[in-house]
């Protein structure tokens, strides 16, 4: 669904989440839209699904990574920096050295993916391969996040250039009566040439690019719930 097919709602309308319904033509084309919103807030909850899923096993894989890198058999660094032995049982190896990737780990991670929000799977890939000399239970991470991130990247793809993003609100639709309408002359309002020239003027571009982050050619990304408001609340 584009702005440009919708006769009735604007823009406005849609951040607004909010519709007054003058015409049975104008009724049908929101109850479209609303179901239009309904299943792409069901995309959006996928996305958010894998999203935390994939916040949860890089946290879990991280904390159990770490735990078990003293030990020239699990740790490639451990074993370069003179460690030998088992876990638990290992001597010399220089414990600094070898948790010094996952501390740049998690500085690029906390930067890349959860601020600036890039879903890209080879970022990722690279990203998580830095982990491996530090425990070599982490290239089994590699392989998850790829496909997490690659998941994400192909549903964020499906919604983000659709009216709503990325909260996208069902309308709440109320009614006027053909007496007030005749009075007011609701219905006349569309008419207007004015009118019409300023929505088309509206609908030639996707108003809520502006909203979307400067990353988006690295792998586009979901943004947060409030950013839309942050800034419409800024506009007031």
């Known amino acids: 669904m584009k702005i440009e097919d919708l006769k009735y709602i604007t823009p406005l309308d ?3 989440a909010h519709l007054n319904i003058t015409s049975a033509e104008m009724y049908e084309e929101a109850k479209n839209f609303n179901q239009f919103m309904y299943d792409m807030q069901r995309k959006r909850w996928r996305f958010l699904r894998d999203y935390w899923a994939m916040i949860m096993l890089n946290i879990l894989m ?4 770490c735990a078990t890198s003293l030990s020239s058999y699990t740790s490639l660094l451990f074993l370069a920096t003179g460690g030998r032995g088992p876990l638990g049982m290992a001597v010399g190896g220089n414990m600094y050295v070898t948790l010094v ?3 740049i780990y ?3 991670f906390v930067w890349l993916i959860m601020l600036k929000k890039i879903y890209n799977w080879r970022l990722a890939v690279v990203m998580t ?3 491996i000399p530090v ?3 982490f290239a089994a991470l590699t392989i998850a996040n790829a496909i997490l991130f690659r998941v994400m990247y192909r549903t964020d793809e499906e919604i983000k250039d659709e009216p709503g993003y990325p909260g996208f609100a069902e309308l709440t639709l109320s009614f006027i009566r053909d007496e007030e309408n005749a009075e007011d002359k609701g219905m006349d309002s569309f008419a207007d040439g004015k009118k019409v020239d300023d929505l088309e003027s509206e609908r ?3 108003p809520f690019n502006k909203y979307r982050t400067r990353y988006q050619a690295e792998g586009g ?4 719930d409030n950013d839309i408001s942050n800034v419409i609340n800024g506009n007031d």
Do not use: H
């Not at 991280?62 to 990574?65: A, E, F, P, Q, T």
């Not at 990304?221 to 947060?224: A, D, G, M, R």
């Open 62 to 65: 991280l904390i159990i990574g």
């Open 106 to 108: 998690v500085i690029l």
């Open 14 to 16: 849609i951040q607004a």
């Open 101 to 103: 990737p996952a501390v």
């Open 204 to 206: 030639k571009e996707n």
């Open 135 to 137: 425990n070599y239970c």
């Open 221 to 224: 990304s979901l943004l947060k």
């Open 129 to 131: 391969a830095i982990l």
